[in-house]
């Protein structure tokens, strides 16, 4: 994979995380921003399978799915990264901040996994469930989003040269 590729990618995903951490998870804040009434019709339209009957329940369930299929894609592009520096890159701090984000991913995956198991609300929508969210879980999100970002701006350095990293 040639450097400058590698770098565009990384320095890609350094951005999205930064945004995250500064501004919090767009899902989040597209939820936290949307009209309570707004969000209790498209919440029925999800839970009962039916079609949405106004433009803005339509425009909110697109931006929604495409934020959902960003922040999917951002997640696998960031392991096909890490899992990339830790097999092929050679420097041995490199490839400890690799390890080290990746098991950041695979706790805050694990958190995540008990929280919902533990937190699961019957009969409410994915909306409310986002808005039931404690603070203490949406600044864990955003600091993670931070290591990452600041993660990812160190790797883009070192594989250009600037930090010891030879970029092989």
Known sequence: MSVLFLSIVVWSLALYSLR??????PLCVS?????????KRVGRVVMEGMEPAADDEIQFLRRFTRLGVLEL????VELVILLYVVTQ?????????????????????????????????????IFEQLLALPR????????????SGAGFILIILALNGYLGGDGK
Do not use: C, M
């Open 73 to 76: 894609l951002a997640s696998l």
């Open 20 to 25: 995250v951490a500064l501004a919090g998870d």
């Open 31 to 39: 939820v936290y921003r949307a009209d309570e009434g707004l969000l």
């Open 89 to 125: 890159i050679k420097t041995p701090w490199l490839v400890w901040l690799a390890w080290g984000l990746l098991f950041k991913n695979f706790a805050l995956l694990l958190l995540n996994w008990l929280y919902l198991r533990r937190q699961r609300l019957p009969d409410t929508s």
């Open 136 to 147: 203490w879980y949406l600044w864990l999100d955003r600091a993670a989003a931070f290591a």
